[in-house]
């Protein structure tokens, strides 16, 4: 699975390499594209990010100017990130990159083959869930 894992970052992180996004950070900028104004905690849940790895990806999002970080007016120890109108873009044309890489790589199985891939997948990952408590 590791191996399989890594495998797919690569191609995808190749096929985001003019866009100078890494798939960690798409995939942070497309949940924060889904949610505006979610705080770390949550876009860390979202990608299973740990909080000082989803800091770091954060941190280059802005730099980037593909997000935004506001002050939480009910908790003052966090923020709320945006998505900025470059960061916006970059989702639409990226998207498709992704849903076209999705669909190439699930043409080696039916339909079928797929959902219970995808099954299996979730199933795994509520077990390692709850090892991790």
């Not at 950070?25 to 505006?36: A, E, H, K, M, P």
């Not at 905690?41 to 800091?55: C, F, H, L, V």
Request: proline share 3%; aromatic share 8%; hydrophobic share 40%.
């Amino acid at each position: 699975m590791g191996l399989t894992y890594r495998k797919l970052t690569n191609v995808f992180q190749h096929r985001l390499k003019a866009y100078e996004i890494t798939p960690e950070q798409w995939s942070t900028l497309y949940q924060i594209s889904l949610s505006d104004g979610l705080i770390q905690k949550e876009i860390a849940d979202r990608t299973g990010k740990d909080r000082p790895a989803t800091t770091r990806i954060l941190d280059h999002l802005a730099e980037k100017q593909l997000v935004f970080k506001k002050a939480d007016p009910q908790d003052r120890r966090s923020f709320l990130v945006f998505i900025t109108e470059k960061g916006k873009r970059l989702v639409a044309e990226t998207l498709p990159i992704e849903a076209s890489f999705i669909a190439e790589v699930a043409s080696c199985m039916t339909a079928e083959e797929y959902d219970q891939l995808l099954s299996l997948i979730r199933r795994i990952d509520e077990r390692l869930d709850r090892l991790e408590k």
